[in-house]
T-cell receptor, first 110, second 114 residues
Framework: GQQVMQIPQYQHVQEGEDFTTYCNSSTTLSNIQWYKQRPGGHPVFLIQLVKSGEVKKQKRLTFQFGEAKKNSSLHITATQTTDVGTYFCAADNYGQNFVFGPGTRLSVLP | DAGVIQSPRHEVTEMGQEVTLRCKPISGHNSLFWYRQTMMRGLELLIYFNNNVPIDDSGMPEDRFSAKMPNASFSTLKIQPSEPRDSAVYFC????????????FGDGTRLSIL
């Protein structure tokens, strides 16, 4: 079945540093979604990417979908303590199944 | 607007007991999802419904788990009999529309089986 990997598993950064997490799939995806889960909270939808090579920005967050639609990245510029949490990608394989990646846990040191 | 509502928020029970988790999706949403989250296995999709009909239950671990959606505003996930390895946070999520859509998650039920 489809597998979705995320790297790194954990990332510790100093406040103000940049952060990137990568999501990789074993199969071509129809779309990919990104979610953020704060400690003790629930996943919250951030964005959905559909087109090959698509790039979307939300303030300090930049999301990218790979040209082959098998990978995606989330980049945070100048991290803040409010960025702490686990970032999940969720991949849809043309309706066959919907799989969450294992997540990247981000810690931001003040 | 009310989000996805789950109950109870916490449940502690002894193994062998029946556990029922409840979910009220956002009004107007036509898809409902049940997830289980653990440190070891991450966020796993157990089952999802579309227009109250179960579409994919391949993630349901075994026959001890069952889910129902009797109407558009209510769903249950039942575990009978419960086992310690069922301890996890169970999330319900809902979405609107066809195809992959943003999912709105409830606050989850933290289940501990002793």
């Amino acid at each position: 079945g489809q597998q979705v990997m995320q790297i790194p598993q954990y990332q510790h950064v100093q406040e103000g540093e940049d952060f990137t997490t990568y999501c990789n799939s074993s199969t071509t995806l129809s779309n990919i979604q990104w979610y953020k889960q704060r400690p003790g909270g629930h996943p919250v939808f951030l964005i959905q990417l559909v087109k090959s090579g698509e790039v979307k920005k939300q303030k300090r967050l930049t999301f990218q979908f790979g040209e082959a639609k098998k990978n995606s990245s989330l980049h945070i510029t100048a991290t803040q303590t409010t960025d702490v949490g686990t970032y999940f990608c969720a991949a849809d394989n043309y309706g066959q199944n919907f799989v969450f990646g294992p997540g990247t846990r981000l810690s931001v040191l003040p | 607007d009310a989000g996805v509502i789950q109950s109870p928020r916490h449940e502690v029970t002894e193994m062998g007991q029946e556990v029922t988790l409840r979910c009220k999706p956002i009004s107007g949403h036509n898809s409902l999802f049940w997830y289980r989250q653990t440190m070891m296995r991450g966020l796993e999709l157990l089952i999802y419904f579309n227009n109250n009909v179960p579409i994919d239950d391949s993630g349901m671990p075994e026959d001890r788990f069952s889910a129902k959606m009797p109407n558009a505003s209510f769903s249950t996930l039942k575990i009978q009999p419960s086992e310690p390895r069922d301890s996890a946070v169970y999330f319900c999520a809902s979405s609107y529309g066809t195809g992959p859509q943003p999912q709105h998650f409830g606050d989850g039920t933290r289940l501990s089986i002793l």
